[in-house]
């Protein structure tokens, strides 16, 4: 979610109700991996600023199911009325085979550039986490303590240099095994990046139908606002009055500029990457 906080208002609890029960019951995630259920922990990184009032920056991380953790109600409940920008990503994670279920490898992993600006990343999908280890000169212990999204917001902070750019993405997409679902925010002492997007691999093994099901992302409005969510959100449990809704195409990746003390909110860039 990217905007301001009167449109989000009286939709918010029906939009994380929405990523709940995706959570818990997942048709699409079935169809393709087998798995029914984003089990494997969750996580929220929030900013939030009111008029008149200096940014706030919260982050959650729960190893616990999104859907059974008892810390999600209080943590996920209502916005507060006001005025003021409002940027947050939500994760519930399903953990690829073989890798670590720990505070590190939940989304939203974190991780500084080069001049301390700091960049969050959540994301569906896959990276070479063995190439991006080999890339950052780290050692076996790396395997074992982390998973490859935090690999992959590791290497893209160190590359950063101011905002992040179509070829800093580009780059990072090469290291993509299955699919780079992506939402990343690089904050700044005076602004904030927002980078949401779709790309995944269609193999022509007779499952494209359920990569683009299971991939699929939708840019819906609510006034000069924007939810990106995915296709089980909007598809099996639509948020009431999230009507204006469209798929994102794969490789397609929109690009935010945000200052937080102004409220002003730039889409400065639509990347299509094949």
């Excluded at 087998?34 to 939030?48: N, P, R, Y």
């Excluded at 902070?157 to 580009?170: F, G, P």
Aim: glycine share 8%; net charge negative; with cysteine.
């Amino acid at each position: 979610m990217i905007g301001h906080v009167s449109d989000f208002i009286n939709q918010y609890e029906d939009i994380v109700n929405g990523l709940i029960k995706a959570a818990s019951n997942d048709p699409y995630g079935s169809r393709l991996y087998g798995e029914a259920q984003h089990s494997d922990g969750w996580g929220k990184v929030t900013l939030l600023s009111r008029r008149g009032s200096e940014p706030v920056l919260t982050v959650h991380r729960s190893v616990n199911p999104i859907y059974l953790d008892p810390s999600s109600k209080p943590l996920l409940g209502t916005l507060m009325n006001g005025d003021g920008v409002f940027i947050e990503m939500i994760h519930a994670r399903a953990a690829s085979t073989g890798t670590p279920i720990n505070l590190f490898s939940t989304h939203p992993v974190h991780a500084v550039t080069s001049t301390g600006d700091e960049v969050y990343m959540i994301h569906n999908g896959s990276f070479k986490k063995e190439e991006l280890i080999k890339l950052l000169d780290l050692g076996d212990w790396a395997k074992v303590k982390y998973n490859d999204t935090f690999m992959a917001n590791l290497a893209l902070a160190r590359r950063v240099i101011n905002n992040i750019t179509i070829d800093d993405l580009k780059w990072l997409l090469g290291f993509m095994r299955t699919g780079a679902n992506l939402g990343v925010m690089l904050v700044k002492p005076d602004t904030v990046q927002v980078i949401v997007g779709s790309h995944y691999a269609r193999l022509n093994d007779g499952k494209d139908k359920e990569r683009d099901d299971y991939y699929r992302l939708y840019w819906c409005r609510i006034g000069e606002s924007s939810i990106y969510a995915s296709s089980t959100i909007i598809d099996y449990y639509r948020p009431r009055g999230l009507s204006n809704c469209e798929p994102l195409n794969n490789g397609e990746y929109h690009s935010y500029n945000v200052n937080p003390r102004t409220g002003e909110i730039v889409l400065s860039g639509r990347w299509l990457i094949d």
